[in-house]
Nanobody, 116 residues
Framework: QVQLVESGGGLVQPGGSLRLSCAAS????????MRWYRQAPGKERELVAT????????DYVDSVKGRFTISRDNAENTVYLQMNTLKPEDTAMYYC?????????WGRGTQVTVSS
């Protein structure tokens, strides 16, 4: 079955960096686009970054442009989110997501906390 497992979250000071990973299994990873979302307490889930199946096309929400980079390794069935210059407002649970045959799959998320 389809599985998405996020890792790499943690506590980091403002201005710091983290690299999130999402390990995928149960489907042909290289065929599907992937997305990172985040959800802060009391807020709706927000799309952060998107990457096409071959990694050639990426897109970001305005608030992370220039700071976050989404990438993927189709040989390792993994999608990454490199987060630099982190701000307290980046604090959230981060989820990876894919859409396969009209069904949405989510991981369980990894917590990112940006605080001094």
């Amino acid at each position: 079955q389809v599985q998405l497992v996020e890792s790499g979250g943690g506590l980091v000071q403002p201005g710091g960096s983290l690299r999130l990973s999402c390990a995928a299994s149960g489907f042909t990873f290289s065929t599907y686009g992937m997305r990172w979302y985040r959800q802060a307490p009391g807020k709706e889930r927000e799309l952060v970054a998107t990457i096409s199946s071959n990694g050639a096309t990426t897109d970001y929400v305005d608030s992370v442009k220039g700071r976050f980079t989404i990438s993927r390794d189709n040989a390792e069935n993994t999608v990454y989110l490199q987060m630099n210059t982190l701000k307290p407002e980046d604090t959230a649970m981060y989820y990876c997501r894919t859409l396969i045959l009209f069904k949405v799959y989510w991981g369980r998320g990894t917590q990112v906390t940006v605080s001094s």
